[in-house]
């Protein structure tokens, strides 16, 4: 299991280019995922980073062996998956990875009620407010809402994730209302940190990004949500998280004639994962719960 573990820190830094930002996602200290690397390369007999105080890079060996180890990984797991599965079909431990809002708004009462059905499963959700490989950080299924995809991992898609470009009426009498996307660049923006500072429209001619000023920047729709009723700046928020403000007034949407590109929600499997009957089930539980939530266009 250690050059498992040693593996998995590899390939976790080839990901991010980044031994500091590879520790945080684990939870450990920089020097452990060196060690696990290190470990690995003396097992292998071979350099697979380039280590430098500005920056970390693939060799040419760890280039060519990386889509390998990502395959061994897959397998060894798989192997390890098999020889513990339960007499019983929907026994077992799942680990579901999930964005903090969709999990406290909609996630947590289909996981009740999956979890009231089948009593002999156990679950461990982890709220992590960016994308994630599911096969490099150990989760049976990982929900996101990023058009991000992954080497060995299934998207099924949940639901649409619709947003819109919303701001109080305190701050647009103080400071105007953006009649085009490009006018954004004399306002305060409150971005969500994930997505970044450039944003996408449609219009009839195509798309148009603009790069915005973050007035506040910050991985959670809540906390944005309350700035931007406090009157801090425009924001880019899911209709979902934003309706009720807007029903009260609290908040008007804007840009009405270029709206932003939709998002949905999806469900990321690791392929040797997809086929165990609690994944399985529980996959069948969340298309049918998100389709069911007020998450879609009409929320």
Known sequence: MDTI??????????????????????????SVVTKR?????????VKLLQRSTRRIALTE????????????????ETIFQE??????????HLRIKSPTTIAILSLGEMLTRFQVAHPKISIELVMLDRSVNPTEEGFDLAIGALPTSYPG?????????????????????????????????????LTFAT???????????????????????????????????????????????VKPSLERGDLVTLLHEFPVPEFWVKA????????????????SVLKQGFSDASIGPGA
């Open 83 to 92: 020889s513990q599965v339960s007499t019983s079909e929907m026994e077992g």
């Open 195 to 241: 997505t970044g500072q450039s944003w996408a429209f449609e219009s009839r001619r195509g798309l148009i990004n603009v790069d915005v000023k973050a007035k506040l920047s910050a991985n959670d729709s809540q906390l944005l949500l309350r700035a931007a009723v406090a009157g801090m700046g425009i924001a880019r928020i899911a209709r979902h998280v």
């Open 153 to 189: 991992v299934i998207d099924e898609p949940l639901c649409p994730y619709p947003r819109v470009i919303c701001a109080s009426p305190a701050y647009l009498e103080r400071c105007g209302v953006p009649n085009h996307p490009r006018d954004l660049v004399q306002h305060d923006c």
């Open 5 to 30: 573990r040693n593996i998995k820190a590899f390939l976790l830094v080839a990901r991010t280019g980044s031994i500091s930002i590879a520790a945080r996602q684990i939870g450990v200290v920089p």
């Open 268 to 283: 990321l499997i690791p392929k040797n994962r997809i086929e165990r009957p609690a994944v399985r089930h529980l996959l």
């Open 61 to 76: 060996a760890g280039k060519a062996r990386l889509p390998r180890l990502q395959a061994a990984v897959t397998e060894l």
């Open 37 to 45: 690397i290190d470990r690995l390369e003396d097992q292998m007999r």
